[in-house]
């Protein structure tokens, strides 16, 4: 089985400044791992995802995360953020098995100042 | 594109009273869910179907049951309503199997109140 730990419920920061949203996952066997997010009274969408391969991600908006095997982690980062990038952050992840069912951690909730 | 459809939007519930949530996709995804959603935990996986005629077992499945009565439906009743499945409840799918597709698409969300 696999489970998500996000370590940061809320996170703020100011508008251009750098943020980085933490995920850990603990799992026993290879997996897909995934950001979605949730802007105010909407529903979630798919920010990146790492399958194989590059273990730098990038995905839309300017965010981009890195997967380390090691640390067994998927931090999510963006190098200047916007009072439009307020929203929820969820962290995901999938076994390789087509059977695997895909668990979210309990999110971050980021938010700008101005 | 209706994508994935979920109704109702909002209900309201008395304690034990039954209710079923429905959900269909019309994107030919083998995997659908079923999350509910609470403040500061996330969405929590109640129950899925990895494909037509197979469901399983989630994070958070008692009080809930489930049947995926074809590939495109996948719906989620309550027995007998208690307040602490007040929630929003999300149905999703995606086309696992084909990684280069992994990707969950969402339903629009029900927001469901047990008195």
């Known amino acids: 089985a696999q489970s998500v730990t996000q370590l940061d419920s809320q996170v703020p920061v100011f508008e251009e400044a750098p943020v980085e949203l933490r995920c850990n996952y603990s799992?026993?066997?290879?997996?897909?791992l995934f950001w979605y997010v949730q802007y105010p009274n909407q529903g979630l969408q798919l920010l990146l995802k790492y399958l194989s391969g590059s273990t730098l991600v990038k995905g839309i908006n300017g965010f981009e995360a890195e997967f380390n095997k090691s640390q067994t982690s998927f931090h999510l980062r963006k190098p200047s953020v916007h009072i439009s990038d307020t929203a929820e952050y969820f962290c995901?992840?999938?076994?390789?098995?087509?059977?695997?069912?895909?668990?979210f951690g309990s999110g971050t909730r980021l938010s700008i100042r101005p | 594109n209706a994508g994935v459809t979920q109704t109702p939007k909002f209900q309201v519930l008395k304690t034990g009273q039954s209710m079923t949530l429905q959900c269909a996709q019309d994107?030919?995804?083998?995997?659908m869910y079923w999350y509910r959603q609470d403040p500061g935990m996330g969405l929590r996986l109640i129950y899925y179907?990895?494909?037509?005629?197979?469901?399983d077992k989630g994070e958070v499945p008692n009080g809930y049951n489930v049947s995926r009565l074809n590939k495109r439906e996948f719906s989620l009743r309550l027995e007998s309503a208690a307040p602490s499945q007040t929630s929003v409840y999300f149905c999703?799918?995606?086309?696992?199997?084909?990684?280069?597709?992994?990707?969950?698409?969402f339903g629009s969300g029900t927001q469901l109140s047990v008195l």
């Open positions: 799992s026993s066997v290879s997996v897909y």
């Open positions: 179907s990895a494909s037509e005629g197979t469901t």
């Open positions: 994107m030919n995804h083998n995997s």
């Open positions: 999703a799918s995606s086309a696992t199997g084909t990684s280069t597709n992994e990707k969950l698409f």
């Open positions: 995901a992840v999938r076994g390789y098995s087509s059977a695997s069912k895909i668990i």
